[in-house]
């Protein structure tokens, strides 16, 4: 995809202020092939980037701008790490050109109506909505190559379904009662000032959230849906934790026709095993967020339950 | 049960090194009809009891002693805060004139075998199991109160069957498919110093362990399955986070014979109305453990599910 | 001050919905001489106490009101835990009948003038200010009793002013090149959304902030210099770190005189040896907030420096 | 450094199953010229380095050895993290051929005599000592190159140095009324289970301790006092808290000679120009240690107090 001289990728990055933006950067800023060209930070702008994030002072990068004032023709990769609903515009707004890699909730869901339901407005750019890949890429590398727009999966649904998918696909499974307790830690809610993420608040604490009724709920059951080729509905409770990174999701899933936990694990070991950033721990151990804190890697790991035909996985 | 002149209870309690003794010094420190006697912990024999629980050194409370230099004649009730398996047999060695209430796992199985198989020994006091009584207060106040060896739940038990045995009893949820995903503080461990509970091991993270092997498994089922009239066998999946107290257990059951979340809701309200340690929170709001830290507190929340026929329970 | 039939102190709470708030109506709930028969908080009005502070919903408390609905024929005192600023005309509004204990910074400078240059902006009420008595209760026991304003210390200026007063009236050490490096938790900020106080901002971190410049500097020169008889000036600097409650101040002083840090452990211990909210801390053991978490106790130590001529002061 | 036909230098690790150990793996397993040939874990021995450290499966690492299997013919340099006091005998065994990087105490302190007096035994190899080099590469690194056996600093004394040793060469700051607050995060203490290092001691809380009597303290002293070309006797007050990584030194000095902070800044924003681990953040802005967290960086700041003549520099 080197459009310039150099062999480097080159990408803008808009909305670095918040989590997701900033720590983007700080992964992009290690990958040898990509060079950060564009950054944007509304609130921001005008400053250095060391200034705003200090642990990245060192990389050298360019000072944050407005995104009225982005230069496009420096870059080959749009990064949107923008709230949900403004980005709609903002990546409409695009020369057709740029390759853009959301990372808001915005282009996830491929109804526009199960959008509108679960998010409150009606979808404003429903003809991309049409042409988005949704970017779960150790299963949709292809796809994910050849796309111009790529929704990234949210949190939650990364976690539920790169254990899932495999299992439902190879009939594992069955696709009725699966149950995702799932734990977050509080980057997941961005930056924003709120009460509820306040340290005195969540520090020595744990409570569920958004009890049926989390908006991960149907980009999860998409997902499986397509897997299993039926409709898919799954009980998802998300609890909040003191953690800052990092998802745990317990599922609780049923086994099918004559398959053991073993077969489960072996499933999962083969169709992961190229994979840089995803692994099964070995059998008998669990996976721990602490492992993968401040990485892209994601543990799975497999037990047979004490309860005949009842098994559970867990993953990051 | 007052046995001297005055109107208070002499108390003596053996084991108030550990978290478990330390904390239950702290609650009878504050109850009006209790006075402290006694207390044993034997690396600290001989030191006063503001030396080592600084937060406790203004309640002028006796100095520790080793067990075997316990006066009992000045305690009318024995607390025992001991490692489980040596507390069998000191409390075996005690006279018959004191009533005990045991804060290990010791005499909570009501059947030695099933302690054999969970604990990985003998049981040591066969007979005295037999006399013991588990003391869930609020379910078997009764027996509480007529028995002279109480047992007292575990942690996890507790949480699990205070919301569970009233819904079973009532025939409400079914006696299958009963899925307890709890998270715990770290003080459950123990004061011990093991490497899985350092600062740096547990702090910003979240694991399960004891996965369908748990001790607490045995003792959550025997509750059940006496509630329920018939075997249950739970999946009980515990996790370790980082906080120092409380438990957060998200139960997911499935209705029976046509009843709905609020009609669960209704039975624990109405079960748990004149519980002053009990609380069924509002509908939609669900139960955080920082309303409950340093108390003896238990809240629990009902929430319908999506799935139709399948709803969750959530608890302290 | 019993002013009806019962035995009682009636106390009404404005502000309950912040930290202080909510923590001094915990700290009255359980005092049995108060019945809080008024409490208001803005933004909860309407709504039962127990729905907003789930952890106090069994103390049976009034419903929140707004300061415009309080009915101030029901209180013999107001605790007064509003944002410094509003405090003084919400006070200068009340009839002179009511006993006021402001916990707010409005009242605690003496001098308007240093009020106007450290709070921005002129005082609002200039002849309360008059009147108001700095209330340390250790040290200014029969000023608070007599007093109808009072002007509860802020949680720095305790730390420091508890230790350092009685030592310097004593004269045991030097007046210049105090230095007081002091740790704070978290809801010391209060429960206002900011970035700054978010979880992820706070865990597993620390840093010094309002450095040379921090508001209650002159609060503590105030204490240390009517003490001292002669114009005091601090180093003092505060840090945020990641924890809910408590402060530790390590304070670096002088000796005087050829005092050693024993005359200076002494004179603590007998200064605050009928006091039941501060206890000094054995030779050799140095103070730790989780020994005081929750409770209003302050502990202090005093340590002899391996540099002679230079020793150290510890507490809360 | 190159002995191979590889452009690599070949490393051994001792002891990596420690926090030290395991975090030195972390870095060179990152570094461009470094490959990691021999590591030793003795009670972990046989096992792969993936399943000790799950975070560093992926990195393909040989399998943990005992020492004693150690092949010491597949490397050119042996870092050594292993417990002080058992360094010593490790070290002196090894071929003179091996450029050896200790992380222990043991060679840190250039008097023998001083040695014994703050670690309670003789040196066990008094001659290797003499020719140990301090490591505190950005102020020696023609030393650190050239030498054979580098000691590695201690982590406060890291902290308390580089901001202090280039202001007394200087002539900047008096060498007298040198105040050092530290706050240390618990990875320091190392992975031993300890009861003081359990997370339920730690978390929430902060507290003092080896006050007057740390080990590093004559470790400060030294590299202040060669520097001063006087003796320096520091006030070094170590404090616990709740953070895995980090230490943040608040330092209280006194200027020399009409020096101004300014001039402090000056002389160390001069002296680290060109480091790339060692930055001073802007006048105004005070380091914080979640900047620097996982990484090898150090952040220090200078602040002018509002007393004339006593001025205040932080750093990591």
Redesign the interface.
């Known amino acids: 995809m080197k459009t310039d001289g150099s062999d480097k990728i080159r990408a803008a990055i808009l909305g670095a202020s918040g989590?997701t933006g900033a720590e983007l950067v700080r992964l992009l800023a290690r990958h040898p092939r990509v060079a950060m060209t564009v950054i944007t930070a509304d609130r921001s702008a005008g400053k250095s980037f060391g200034?705003v994030f200090?642990?990245l002072?060192?990389l050298g990068l360019p000072t944050l701008v407005k995104i009225e004032d982005a230069d496009w023709d420096q870059a080959d990769v749009v990064f949107c790490a923008l709230p949900h609903g403004t980005t709609q515009e903002v990546i409409a707004g695009l020369t057709k050109r740029l390759k853009v890699v959301d990372l808001s909730a915005d282009f996830r869901l491929f109804d526009v109506g199960t959008y509108a339901e679960w998010y409150g407005h009606e979808h404003k750019a429903p003809d991309l909505q049409k042409e988005a890949v949704y970017g779960l890429t150790e299963l949709k590398r292809e796809a994910v190559k050849a796309g111009r727009l790529i929704a990234n999966p949210g949190c939650y649904p990364t976690s539920a379904q790169l254990p899932l998918i495999p299992l439902l696909e190879a009939g594992l499974i069955e696709s009725v009662?699966i149950?995702i307790?799932a734990?977050s830690?509080?980057?997941g809610a961005g930056?924003a000032?709120?009460?509820a993420?306040?340290?005195?608040?969540?520090?020595?604490?744990?409570?569920?959230?958004g009890?049926?009724s989390h908006r991960h709920?149907p980009e999860i059951e998409q997902g499986l849906s397509e897997a299993a080729k039926s409709t898919v509905?799954?009980?998802f409770?998300p609890?909040l934790?003191?953690?800052?990174?990092?998802i745990?999701s317990?599922i609780?899933v049923k086994l099918k026709g004559g398959a053991k936990a073993d077969d489960l694990r072996d499933a999962l070991v083969k169709r992961y095993a190229g994979e840089?950033f995803v692994?099964v721990?070995?059998a008998g151990?669990?996976?721990?967020?602490?492992?993968?804190?401040?990485?892209n890697?994601c543990?799975m790991g497999v037990?047979?339950?004490?309860?005949p035909g009842?098994h559970?996985v867990?993953d990051r």
Chains 1, 2, 3, 4 share one sequence.
């Not at 934790?241 to 990092?246: E, T, V, W």
């Not at 151990?285 to 804190?293: E, F, I, L, Q």
């Open positions: 989590y200034t200090p642990h002072a060192h009662d149950i307790d734990k830690g509080v980057s930056r000032a709120k009460e993420n306040l340290y005195s608040e969540v520090t020595e604490g744990i409570h569920a959230y009890v049926a709920a509905t799954v009980n409770t609890h934790m003191p953690m800052s990174r990092g745990l317990s609780y840089p692994r721990v070995p151990s669990a996976p721990a967020t602490r492992h993968v804190r401040g990485s890697h543990l037990f047979a339950d004490r309860v009842r559970r867990g």
